[in-house]
């Protein structure tokens, strides 16, 4: 997998609006819908793994935090697959800006 692939603004029409941004310097940013989400990036041949990252704690009334629990992602064209720990895919975000200049 090629760094390229990554850079932008994943996200998805959920309630909450949650997304991931991927930014060359291997910083990814987001929100899950709620709640803020920020750490550093790595990637491999095969997946894109987050690091442990930091996140604030609010209560949001309907609106499911699924996007809180990345581990890894890999990209299917303009298809985001958000995995867990257990290795299992738990969604997934579609790319709304690209990182090309």
């Known amino acids: 997998m090629l760094k390229q692939e990554i850079?932008?603004?994943?996200?998805?029409?959920?309630?909450?609006?949650?997304?991931?941004?991927?930014?060359?310097?291997?910083r990814v940013s987001g929100s899950d819908g709620c709640n803020g989400i920020s750490t550093d990036y790595v990637v491999t041949n095969e997946e894109i793994v987050l690091q442990e990252f930091a996140s604030t704690r609010k209560a949001c009334q309907g609106v499911d935090d699924w996007l809180r629990g990345v581990r890894s992602v890999t990209v299917d064209g303009t298809t985001l697959h958000v995995v867990n720990k257990a290795g299992e895919e738990i969604g997934q975000l579609q790319l709304v800006k690209d990182g090309a200049p």
């Open 7 to 26: 850079i932008g603004t994943w996200e998805s029409a959920e309630k909450g609006s949650p997304f991931l941004s991927f930014s060359a310097d291997g």
